[in-house]
Each structure stands twice: as structure tokens, then as C-alpha cells.
């Protein structure tokens, strides 16, 4: 096989990162929106020893799951990679890449429950970070190209609500009325760098990033977010003058409405501002943090510890039906605001939060909760990387009876689950295989969100109890 070889072939399956899998001439061939079962024709980009890359020319049998894709650039921006596959298909593949990450990076089988389905398929999505770049062309409002710094324009976009195309028109006006420049990233110059809208509960806090110019007409802008939109709106402006990939700089400048808005989920209160963390997908948390909630159950004699807390939305739910809650997070404001939350609800004698590394600072509140003979339940729920060794390490030394880990990240969630339950080992910095283990916890449950329709992503919870 060669590259620019125009190959036909059916494909086998569908890989990690939702594209299609054949076999050609003994090379694993990957191919991007095509589906298991398609006779196709692709087009040989990148030769490897074992694998091959291809780009999707023809679909001859479309396979019976296909459907057309909503959105216009769906291919060309990097943000979905899903359309072009019907919803029960894209959760079916959800729960293979979660089963076959377990299988192979930590040697366990396990039964995926069906996914968690989300109402909306499309418009579900409530945070938008549009890029605004210069280019030859002029002035792009867009998404990144994936695997790339190339902005894809975009008039609106499907996944989220249909205030974007709105956003889109009130921020291309102004940019053309006051000749404002998109940011360069090769010059680090320009006047706006990014558009950042966060839909608290249908109310818009719009952030425009920009460098430490003075933006002209900001008034302008806000008339025209006004003519756009139909819901109440907040604008900020944040300075950003960094060369780095951060989106945004310390300072945020209300210019108008409100700085917060208030939402409720599960009868818990809270305060969203421009810096707040929120899951993208408010149908979804909320089934996520009922489940977490429902298999803790209603313990009065036990303490929760929730690792990785954010802003608290999730210690402030579980505080009501149990002992206490210790929450863990390494960011400041986030903290702050956690305590903000539980003292607002009125749950601050039920909830203590730790500013910290949780590897730092859990294995002594490990140690001095079980002193006191507290019977002690973990969440986790970490970033993508997953969590460091010395979290592992603590849990295992420890006596935790039940660990509920949530996680965005199937491959990581894999490697940790394995090292708690025993059939992979951390040995002189390498993570390895063990083949004879004495199982440490028991996998009770493998469950699916599905945080992101139309993307790859998935939000998995699993359930461990002591053995
Ligand atoms: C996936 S978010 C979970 C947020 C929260 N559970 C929620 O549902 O809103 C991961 C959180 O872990 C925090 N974090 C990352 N590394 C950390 C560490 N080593 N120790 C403590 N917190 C950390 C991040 O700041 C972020 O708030």
C-alpha cells in the first residue's frame, strides 16, 4: 500500500476515535466516517509499518445506521465526529470503545450497561468557545480544523443552542463596522481573540477575549447582542495578551447585565459566573450526579469524600443525605465558591472543602476519618489524565468500602480501575499486566452518559465495592 493508492474495501469496525476500521494488505486501515459493514472507497494518506491512514472518497452500501449530517462543515471542523451515524448506533459504539478499553488496557471484561441517552441529540450543549482569527482572508468566527489551529468558519452550530447563529451575526457586524481585527496567533496581535458564551439556565454570559488593546464600539456590540438574542444576556470583556494556547487572561471586565445568574439542580442553588466550571450538558449532569447521589444512597452514618470537587455542585447534593462531605479541589476559586454554595444552601455544618492536590491531601483524611471509625464512601472525579499513582496507592491501603469514579476518559478510567482492582500493578514507574491477582474491589457497575451526542466523548460512571 501506498500513499495516494485509491483503495476499495469493507469495513470492519469502528475504532476509539469513532472512524472506520479495515484490514488491507495486512495493514489495520483507519478511515473517518465510514461506518461497520461500508463497501468504500478511500483515498491512502499516511503509510505506517503496521497501520495506514485513509481519507473517505465513496460509500457504495451505506450501512443501515447512516444518516445525513445536520451540520454543514461536519468533517471539516474538528468538534463532531459522529454525525453521519444514527443516535442508537453512536450509543452502542460509546459502549463498545468503553468495553474494549477495559479489555485491552486492563485485561477486564466487563458488562456495559446501555447507555444513558440524552433527550436532545442535537442543541444540548450549554458553553461555546468560538475562536476569532485573521487570516489573508480577513476575519473568521469559527471552530478549530481537528488536530489543527486552522479556524473553520461556522454560521451556526447544531450541537449547540440556536442562540449561536445569533452570537455569530451580532459579533460579524461589529467586526465589520469597527474594522476589528481576529487575533493572529503567529504575530500575537489583533483586537479579539475568542467568543465564550456560558447558557446558564437559557441566560448568556458572553465573554469576548480580547488582547490589551481598547476595544472600540463595545456599546455597538451590545446593541446588536440585543437585536440578536431573545434571552437576558451579561457581556464581559477578558484581556489575554499571553502567547500561550490559555483561553483566557486574570482579568474579566463586566460591561453589561448581571455578573451571575442562579440555577437549581436538585433542589441545590447556585450561583453561575464567567469563571464558574459547568458540565456541558445540564440533562446529563443531572442524571449523572442523580445516579452518583442514588448509589451512595441515603447513608446518615457515613462520610463522602469527593475528590476533584470543582465548584461544589455535586458535595452540595450528596451533603443532604449523608454524614458529611469532604470535597478536594485544586483551584482557589473554585473552592471559594464551593463554600459560597454550601453556606447559601445552608449545608456548611455537612460539608468540609480542602484547597489541594487530592493525591497531597486525601491519604490523611483517608487515615483520620477511619480513626474515627466514620465509614467512609469516595467519588472521584478527575480530569482527563486520570488519577495520580499516590491517589491509587492511598485507596488501596485504605479501608473504602464503595468508589464511585466518574470520568470523561475511557482509557484512563481503564488504567485506574485496573490498578484498584488488582489485574494491573505499578511497579518502578511502569504500569504491567498481572495475570494471577486476588481481585482488591469488584466492578458492580459500568455506566455510560452520554455527555456529548455526535461527538466521540462519553462520560462513563463505575461502581467498586470492597472485596
Ligand atoms: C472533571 S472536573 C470535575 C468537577 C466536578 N466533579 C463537577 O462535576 O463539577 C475535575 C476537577 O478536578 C480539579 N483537579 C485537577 N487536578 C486536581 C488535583 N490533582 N487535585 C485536586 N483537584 C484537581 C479540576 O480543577 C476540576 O475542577
Known amino acids: 500500500m501506498n500513499k495516494n493508492d485509491i483503495i476499495t474495501d469493507t469495513v470492519l469496525r469502528i475504532g476509539m476515535n469513532g472512524e472506520g476500521i479495515l484490514s488491507h494488505e495486512g495493514k489495520t486501515v483507519f478511515v473517518p466516517f465510514s461506518l461497520t459493514g461500508e463497501k468504500i472507497q478511500f483515498k491512502v494518506l499516511k503509510v505506517e509499518s503496521k497501520i495506514a491512514y485513509g481519507k473517505l472518497l465513496e460509500v457504495y452500501t451505506p450501512a443501515d445506521c447512516r444518516v445525513r449530517p445536520r451540520c454543514k462543515v461536519f468533517g471539516k471542523c474538528g468538534g463532531c465526529q459522529l454525525q453521519h451515524m444514527g443516535y442508537a448506533a453512536q450509543l452502542k459504539v460509546k459502549e463498545e470503545i468503553i468495553r474494549v478499553c477495559f479489555k485491552k488496557i486492563a485485561g477486564l471484561d466487563v458488562d456495559v450497561k446501555p447507555a444513558i441517552k440524552c433527550t436532545k441529540t442535537y442543541g444540548y450543549r450549554n458553553k461555546l468557545q468560538l475562536p476569532v482569527q ?19 468558519p461556522i454560521k451556526d452550530c447544531p450541537i449547540n443552542p440556536e442562540w449561536t447563529s445569533g452570537i455569530i451575526n451580532a459579533f460579524e457586524k461589529y467586526i465589520s463596522e ?3 481585527k481576529g487575533y493572529d496567533f503567529k504575530t500575537n496581535e489583533g483586537d479579539l481573540r475568542e467568543i465564550s458564551v456560558k447558557d446558564v439556565g437559557g441566560n448568556l454570559i458572553i465573554t469576548a477575549v480580547i488582547t490589551n488593546k481598547p476595544l472600540k464600539g463595545v456599546n455597538r456590540l451590545i446593541d446588536l447582542l440585543k437585536e440578536q438574542l431573545k434571552s437576558e444576556f451579561s457581556l464581559f470583556l477578558n ?5 500561550s494556547n490559555v483561553i483566557y487572561g486574570k482579568e474579566f471586565i463586566l460591561k453589561y447585565g448581571p455578573p451571575e445568574y442562579i440555577l437549581d439542580t436538585r433542589g441545590i442553588k447556585h450561583k453561575i459566573g464567567v469563571k464558574s466550571f459547568m458540565q456541558v450538558n445540564d440533562e446529563i449532569a443531572y442524571k449523572l450526579y442523580s445516579c452518583v447521589k442514588e448509589m451512595i444512597g441515603d447513608n446518615d452514618d457515613t ?16 451533603a443532604k443525605n449523608s454524614k458529611h462531605v469532604i470535597g478536594i479541589e485544586i483551584v482557589e476559586e473554585a473552592v471559594d465558591c464551593a463554600n ?8 456548611s455544618e455537612k460539608i468540609t472543602n480542602y484547597l489541594g492536590k487530592v493525591e497531597d491531601i486525601m491519604p490523611d483524611i483517608i487515615t483520620n476519618e477511619t480513626a ?3 465509614k467512609l464512601c469516595l467519588v472521584l472525579d478527575p480530569p482527563r489524565k486520570g488519577c495520580d499513582i ?3 496507592n492511598s485507596i488501596i491501603e485504605s479501608g473504602v468500602e464503595k468508589i464511585i469514579y466518574v470520568s470523561c476518559k475511557p482509557s484512563t478510567l481503564a488504567r485506574d480501575v485496573g490498578l484498584l482492582v488488582g489485574s494491573l500493578e505499578y511497579i518502578n514507574g511502569e504500569i504491567k499486566r498481572v495475570n494471577d491477582y486476588k481481585e482488591r474491589y469488584i466492578i458492580r457497575c459500568v455506566k455510560p452518559f452520554d455527555m456529548f451526542p455526535q461527538t466521540k466523548h462519553v462520560e462513563t460512571l463505575v461502581c467498586l465495592e470492597r472485596k
Open 239 to 243: 484581556i489575554n495578551n499571553t502567547l
Open 303 to 318: 462520610v463522602v469524600i469527593n475528590a476533584y470537587s470543582g465548584a461544589g455542585l455535586l458535595t452540595a447534593i450528596l
Open 134 to 152: 485573521y487570516t489573508d482572508e480577513g476575519t473568521k468566527i469559527g471552530f478549530y480544523a481537528e488536530n489543527s489551529h486552522r479556524v473553520v
Open 178 to 180: 469597527f474594522n476589528i
Open 372 to 374: 474515627k471509625g466514620n
Open 390 to 392: 499516590r491517589v491509587i
Open 340 to 347: 459560597k454554595l454550601a453556606k447559601s444552601n445552608g449545608l
